[in-house]
């Protein structure tokens, strides 16, 4: 039997299924029960946000220079503005911060250069970003050549030191771990079982336990006369402990890929280092993106730990400046300004991850 | 055809008491075998009779541990860089295609010649385009492979293979994850390859793409060769019981 159909023109959707009033009513007000949890969400909300705008917003003081300029209603940010040269530069000798701000400056230009898709030279100007710029950020900051007097590493501190700890962290942690990782899966017995230690070793132990024995115990086992800087053994525990954690994550995003491609690659005649470099790593890493942000943004703020080996990051000076007489009784704004840093930096990553993977994405997901 | 990575030679492929082992499993029992320049050669028999293991260890995606293979003159040995040159002169396509995800269909068939044999970008597109041509699928070039039906996947997975201007092509299966109306396509480029004198073997279940193209039939069954004859009197005169019991079952239907 033939049905004889004609074809059916689109008709417009009904009218309440579109439009925010359609929207409030299918998710917040269908039926008695979901009404009522919406009108008690919303007064909870209420509860919660109107003090805290009345505090942070309203009431709070921003202008002037001591205690006494705050009304002690709201929040007092004339502390987080006194003392807002220190947060971002520590102890940095206030004559020299001009340097500082050149490798500021320098430092957000490039990351924005290579964020950014539509601006040329990628391959240089990442070439440069780790070769010649972090020369130039060393001679800037530290001094000592060109008339520039010497800064001594511990009067490093506040935001300049946490992004200086979370960077060279983070740059020298992935390629760690990605050797770590391929050397986890390799057949050879020797780099397989190196890679297996040195792995479980570092993620076994605490980071306090890195850095207390960075700092203390390794001047005991160099030889007399040779001393690392401080701050070196710092970024050096942190980058072989995060890399132990980085190469765990690369080595799942190695194992979602199929057997297959490696295959396949090999079939062409490729190298071992050719199938990793072009086939297997650039779909491994794109997977692994998730992943990865969260070991950097997790290791962002692991660098307030170090303050425990006594460096000033963003979270140990403003912790300073609360012990300060003068000052006394801010706590409050001095660790909601601190999170307030360290947020807008995690959730910047976190933004730019996700549209990393949108961009990346080119629709092969079977 | 060749780019001569390998000797001229008449004897493509060679397999002397070659046998292998899964931990316990006997997966490959004393096959001797040899395929010739210009041979095409289908290989069929059940499913874990060890036929895509044998094709696979001609270019070393699975180690042999007993016997002696050797590919255009060169044996296979532990020695890496032998295993890459004859690699190099080996294609294979696979029965999931394999096709990189990552790079679109014109970067897939550029990027062995490239990074293998050095070519220029230029010449491995043009290169790449005519390949792509050949299999008819040229104006899909700038899409991912994601984008791309089976067929067509396949048909490009042939194209990269023959960008490296391989003596022997390795056909593992190239149509079984093939929808129904998709396995002719890749059938008619793999019937014209043969036609143009490529050395083929090919692991398959098409019948009658043996019976058109093989110069040699090959039944294997639990790790063994149990038969070897030209397709007319394989299909029409099998001698052994279980190659009869075999093409009952795949022919019946």
């Not at chain 1, 771990?177 to 993620?203: Q, T, Y």
């Not at chain 1, 280092?273 to 491994?284: D, S």
């Not at chain 2, 029992?29 to 001609?58: A, H, L, N, Q, Y």
């Not at chain 2, 190099?88 to 995800?101: A, D, K, T």
Request: proline share 5%.
């Amino acid at each position: 039997m033939i049905h004889n159909r004609t074809m059916i023109d689109p008709r417009p959707a009904p009218r309440n299924t579109l439009g925010p009033v359609a929207w409030l009513r299918t998710h917040l007000f269908n039926g008695p029960i979901n009404t009522l949890f919406t009108l008690i969400g919303l007064y909870v909300l209420y509860l919660l946000v109107v003090p805290t705008v009345q505090w942070a917003f309203i009431d709070a003081d921003w202008v002037g220079t001591t205690r006494d300029d705050c009304s002690r209603e709201g929040a007092c940010w004339v502390f987080i503005n006194a003392r807002f040269t220190q947060f971002i530069y520590g102890l940095y000798p206030r004559s020299e911060i001009w340097r500082a701000n050149i490798v500021f400056a320098g430092f957000f230009t490039l990351i924005a250069w290579l964020a950014i898709p539509r601006l040329p030279f990628k391959r240089w100007v990442a070439a440069f970003a780790l070769l010649v710029f972090p020369v130039i950020a060393f001679v800037l900051l530290y001094g000592g050549y060109f008339d520039l007097p010497r800064v001594p590493t511990h009067r490093w501190g506040g935001l300049m030191l946490t992004l200086l700890l979370a960077t060279v962290g983070m740059v020298g942690a992935l390629p760690i771990g990605i050797v770590l990782a391929l050397g986890r899966r390799s057949n050879m017995p020797i780099v397989k079982s190196f890679s297996v230690v040195f792995i479980e070793f570092w993620r076994g132990v605490p980071l306090i336990t890195v850095l207390f024995m960075a700092s203390v115990m390794l001047p005991l086992f160099l030889p007399t006369g040779i001393t690392v800087d401080r701050l070196v053994r710092a970024l050096i525990g942190i980058t072989l402990f995060q890399s132990a954690y980085m190469a765990e994550v690369i080595r799942g995003g190695l194992q979602a890929i199929p057997k297959g491609q490696e295959e396949a690659a090999a079939a062409l005649g490729m190298t071992y280092w050719k199938r990793m470099g072009l086939i297997v790593m650039p779909q491994a890493l794109k997977m692994m993106i998730p992943g990865i942000v969260n070991t950097f943004i997790s290791l962002f703020k692991d660098t307030t730990l170090v303050m425990i080996i006594g460096l000033f990051d963003l979270l140990g000076i403003v912790q300073a400046a609360l012990s300060d007489s003068r000052w006394l009784g801010f706590s409050l704004e001095g660790y909601v300004f601190a999170a307030f840093m360290f947020w807008i930096f995690c959730f910047s990553m976190s933004r730019y991850s996700q549209y990393l993977e949108r961009r990346l994405n080119t629709g092969h997901k079977r | 055809m060749s780019e001569a990575a390998l000797k001229p030679q008449d004897l493509m492929v060679e397999m002397r008491g070659v046998n292998k082992w899964y931990g316990d499993f006997h997966v490959l029992r004393d096959i001797d075998f040899e395929v010739k320049r210009g041979e095409r050669i289908v290989i069929c028999g059940p499913s874990g009779s060890g036929k895509s293991t044998m094709i696979r260890c001609i270019n070393h995606l699975e180690e042999h541990q007993q016997g002696e293979i050797v590919v255009g003159g060169v044996p296979l040995t532990q020695d890496v860089k032998r295993i890459e040159q004859v690699r190099r002169s080996v294609g294979m396509v696979f029965q999931h295609f394999n096709l990189f995800p990552h790079l679109s269909v014109l970067e897939n068939c550029c990027i062995a010649p490239m990074w293998v044999q050095k070519k220029p970008r230029r010449e491995a597109e043009a290169q790449a385009m005519k390949y792509l041509e050949r299999v008819r699928i040229a104006e899909q070039a700038k899409k991912y492979p994601g984008q791309l039906s089976g067929g067509q996947q396949q048909r490009v997975a042939i194209a990269r293979s023959l960008c490296m201007h391989p003596d022997v092509m390795l056909f593992d299966e190239p149509t079984s994850a093939l929808d129904p109306e998709m396995i002719k396509e890749v059938l008619d480029v793999m019937i014209e390859l043969a036609n143009e004198g490529m050395t083929m073997l090919c692991v398959t279940h098409e019948m009658g793409f043996a019976k058109t193209v093989a110069d040699r039939v090959i039944f294997m069954d639990q790790g063994q060769i149990i038969e070897e004859n030209a397709p007319e009197p394989f299909f029409n005169n099998p001698q052994s019981e279980r190659t009869q019991l075999f093409l009952s079952q795949i022919l019946g239907h």
